[in-house]
């Protein structure tokens, strides 16, 4: 299945198509921002927005520049600053900023392939913290022009769900998405992505292998939840994330599985 780059995310929501085969991403867009904005803003524009960080975003003809490491700066000012809402996996170039996006997470569940004016890019090799102020691997003269969904497996199931400060409107403070494949509860494969806490969009590694070859149940959601968080690495003020993302990944998975 090809989305077109400016595919609204209300059509996204709204599509019976993407509703049977794809059931997370549709459930993804219904979660972004609010209707008037989810009739105007596209998936494109969903997955290439810059990341949220106060200091980041802060005017400097506000009170002047902040020396921020995004903006080419020698440090990171929410590593001893109000890092809230920021990573609990890590810098990323001294940047502990989150990526932003609601889509990204069910596209990279989706295993998608993001077309560009230039190229494929599959969609685990399309974002990235290394580029400065750019999130994702875009060069200056390239666009998104669609993106390619892959049928998912026969017997693949998959959920979205996200924990904001509004439900909807708000950016995430935490989200997640699963795909889950298997015969009857024995499950075979599994994709897990959790945003809102890294840099990127942030592929559970240890959640997938803790899932795949196992009998499903809600003990082994729970340690998928546990694996997902092993590598987290708090700051002082956003140590709750680490509990909410475990909890958020439990969850996300019943509801897959």
């Keep these: 299945m090809q989305i077109g780059a400016l595919t609204t995310l209300t059509d996204i929501a709204e599509s019976a198509l993407v509703e049977k085969n794809y059931t997370a991403l549709a459930n993804a867009a219904r979660r972004t921002a609010s209707p008037l904005l989810r009739n105007l803003g596209t998936l494109a524009g ?16 506000l009170g002047g520049r902040i020396d921020c ?35 990204a997470p069910a596209l990279v569940a989706f ?25 994702t691997v875009l060069e200056p003269d390239e666009i998104v022009t669609e993106i390619q969904m892959p049928l998912p497996v026969p017997g693949t199931k998959t959920a979205f769900k996200k924990i904001a400060l509004r439900k909807t409107i708000d950016f995430a403070i935490v989200n997640c998405a699963v795909a889950i ?14 945003n809102g806490v890294y840099n990127n969009p942030y592929r559970a590694n240890g959640a997938e292998e803790v899932l795949k070859s196992r009998f499903f149940d809600e003990a082994l959601a729970q340690e998928a939840g546990e694996a997902a968080v092993a590598a987290a690495k708090p700051l002082p003020m956003n140590r709750y994330k680490v509990q909410m993302a475990k909890a958020l990944v439990m969850d996300t998975v019943l509801e897959a599985g």
């Excluded at 997955?47 to 005017?59: A, F, S, T």
């Excluded at 230039?118 to 913290?129: G, H, M, Q, V, Y």
């Excluded at 494949?181 to 959790?194: H, M």
Aim: one cysteine or more.
């Design 181 to 194: 494949t298997g015969n009857g509860s024995l499950i075979s494969a599994a994709r897990v992505c959790v």
């Design 111 to 135: 295993a998608a392939t993001i077309k560009t004016s230039k190229r494929s890019i599959p969609i685990d090799e399309f974002f990235t913290a290394n580029n400065g102020m750019k999130s």
């Design 69 to 103: 490491a995004r903006k080419g700066g020698k440090l990171c000012p929410a590593v001893q600053g109000d890092n809230r809402y920021h990573s609990i996996f890590g810098a990323v170039n001294k940047c502990i900023a989150v990526n932003p996006s609601d889509m």
């Design 46 to 61: 969903n997955i290439c927005q810059e990341n949220r960080c106060w200091y980041y975003r802060y005017p400097e003809k």
